[in-house]
């Protein structure tokens, strides 16, 4: 099942007011309802070509895989649907080309990068993370913060150490515990979610709410959020306009319609005259 006109997708990316390149790659397909941000570190341009890999990898991973799925099935072992053992997969892959990458190619050397993968399927959606990139949901107004970063300034807040508006300003909370390319291995977090209409996703790399609290990503997801490349675009220039210190990645997809794999007769009938 094709997912355009189903869930509503925009996506925007700025290098910001300080870095002189962007190390930030996103990608969102409407048709397979997949959105991808990636956040990427290391010398000299390496975190801008680890961003892209990732991106590039699984998406090129979840186009080849996910046409041998049938929507709606689940793992016996692990209960899992498919589609997120697909997710986890090409997470791995990205990973283990992007270290091969940076273990041959001296120039490419300690490269790596943050990821956020959501794929949406039969009225769900599977997100895995690695890093302090971040997903939000938008729902009835309210704003929720669905992934946990992989950051020291995180497990600090966890420990009680910091409040987290304290750790928002912390000098240290850009240090990722986890990244994808760093090592041979790395640990993922994954979680599957319903998706009911109205809600809206916010994928964001940490250029955004470093600069802007939550409330004010809210009030503008709120705003904007019949119009998403609207909402994108006000996102990146408030972050901008309040320091823009980092790359500002957002990518904001929006749950139109229902799209359940599991068809009786009536939704049968109305699948065919959509």
């Known amino acids: 099942m094709s997912l355009s006109g189903r869930i509503a997708m925009a996506g925007a990316t700025d290098t910001g007011q300080v870095r002189d390149h962007n190390e930030d790659a996103i990608a969102h397909l409407s048709d397979m309802g997949l959105l991808v941000l990636a956040d990427g570190m290391g010398g000299l341009k390496a975190g801008?070509?680890?961003?892209?890999?990732?991106?590039e990898v699984v998406t090129a991973e979840l186009e080849a895989e996910l046409k041998g799925i049938e929507v709606g099935q689940s793992d016996q072992s692990t209960g899992y649907a498919l589609e997120s053992l697909a997710v986890g997969a090409a997470v791995l892959k990205a990973n283990a080309t992007i270290f091969n990458v940076a273990q041959t190619q001296p120039q490419c050397a300690?490269?790596?990068?943050?990821?956020?993968?959501?794929?949406?399927?039969?009225?769900?959606?599977?997100?895995?993370?690695?890093?302090?990139?971040?997903?939000?949901?938008?729902?009835?107004?309210?704003?929720?913060?669905?992934?946990?970063?992989?950051s020291l300034v995180q497990e600090l807040v966890d420990r009680g150490f910091y409040t987290p508006e304290e750790a928002r300003h912390?000098?240290?909370?850009?240090?990722?515990?986890?990244?994808?390319?760093?090592?041979?291995?790395?640990?993922?977090?994954?979680?599957?979610e319903i998706a009911l209409v109205g809600d809206v996703l916010l994928l964001c790399s940490d250029g955004l709410n470093d600069m802007l609290a939550d409330e004010l990503i809210r009030q503008i997801l709120v705003e904007h959020q019949q119009d998403l490349e609207k909402a994108t675009q006000a996102l990146v220039d408030t972050a901008n306009a309040y320091?823009?210190?980092?790359?500002?990645?957002?990518?904001?997809?929006?749950?139109?319609?229902?799209?359940?794999?599991?068809?009786?007769?009536?939704?049968?009938?109305?699948?065919?005259?959509?």
């Open 48 to 55: 801008e070509i680890a961003s892209a890999m990732a991106v």
């Open 110 to 150: 300690g490269m790596g990068t943050t990821l956020v993968v959501v794929l949406f399927y039969d009225n769900r959606f599977t997100v895995a993370h690695v890093g302090d990139s971040r997903l939000y949901r938008l729902r009835q107004n309210q704003l929720e913060q669905v992934t946990q970063d992989h």
């Open 170 to 192: 912390a000098s240290n909370r850009n240090i990722v515990t986890r990244a994808i390319g760093i090592g041979e291995e790395v640990t993922y977090d994954m979680q599957e």
């Open 243 to 274: 320091g823009g210190r980092d790359n500002i990645s957002v990518i904001a997809a929006r749950v139109d319609r229902p799209f359940s794999a599991r068809k009786g007769w009536l939704r049968q009938l109305t699948g065919w005259l959509d």
